[in-house]
T-cell receptor, first 116, second 114 residues
Framework: AQSVTQLDSQVPVFEEAPVELRCNYS??????LFWYVQYPNQGLQLLLK??????LVESINGFEAEFNKSQTSFHLRKPSVHISDTAEYFC??????????????FGTGTKLQVIP | DTAVSQTPKYLVTQMGNDKSIKCEQN?????MYWYKQDSKKFLKIMFS???????INETVPNRFSPKSPDKAHLNLHINSLELGDSAVYFC?????????????FGPGTRLTVL
């Protein structure tokens, strides 16, 4: 079975400061990894994903995450946050062996609060 | 254009009632899902349908019954509602292709059971 741990339930950070949201996963097989963002009163949107290849993946709005197999981590970072980044961020994992019918397991989420 | 839509957005009802939540996707996807997000924001899959066939059925009380009349719709019917059913329910869809399927989520239905 796979699991995801997001140790920080809330992360307050000042505007324009850097931020790192931590994610660790547990799996006995190779994985696909995701970060989803949920803005207030909205559904989840895919922010970025790691499927294979380069361990550093980037989103269009300045976030990046690095897959570290030895530490089983997929931390999300942004060098300078904006007020509009205030949201709940979910790390997720799935099993590539199940192909298109894979089940995605989500972490408990980290609320990023950007302070003006 | 709405990709994954859910109705209603809010649902307030009494314990013991039966209610339904509807989901529709216009993305041409062949797989749809229902998730439950509790008050602590924990998101857990409940069901998944592929081409109207049930493929994932997590440990969910049998008071919850999904119905997929066609590939574009997946409805969730809940019988004998209980206080613990209060949550936000998200519908999602994806296209099962190769080894990866990005899931697109609806806006959610906030169910409150009194």
């Amino acid at each position: 079975a796979q699991s995801v741990t997001q140790l920080d339930s809330q992360v307050p950070v000042f505007e324009e400061a850097p931020v790192e949201l931590r994610c660790n996963y547990s799996s006995s097989v190779s994985v696909y990894l995701f970060w989803y963002v949920q803005y207030p009163n909205q559904g989840l949107q895919l922010l970025l994903k790691y499927l294979s290849g380069s361990t550093l993946v980037e989103s269009i709005n300045g976030f990046e995450a690095e897959f570290n197999k030895s530490q089983t981590s997929f931390h999300l970072r942004k060098p300078s946050v904006h007020i509009s980044d205030t949201a709940e961020y979910f790390c997720a994992v799935s099993d590539p062996r199940r192909g298109g019918y894979q089940k995605v397991t989500f972490g408990t989420g980290t609320k990023l609060q950007v302070i003006p | 254009d709405t990709a994954v839509s859910q109705t209603p957005k809010y649902l307030v009802t009494q314990m013991g009632n039966d209610k339904s939540i509807k989901c529709e996707q216009n993305l041409g996807h062949d797989t749809m899902y229902w998730y439950k997000q509790d008050s602590k924001k924990f998101l857990k899959i409940m069901f998944s349908y592929n081409n109207k066939e049930l493929i994932i059925n997590e440990t969910v009380p049998n008071r919850f019954s999904p119905k997929s009349p066609d590939k574009a719709h997946l409805n969730l019917h809940i019988n004998s509602l209980e206080l613990g059913d209060s949550a936000v329910y998200f519908c999602a869809s994806s296209q099962a292709r190769g080894n990866y399927n990005e899931q697109f989520f609806g806006p959610g239905t906030r169910l409150t059971v009194l």
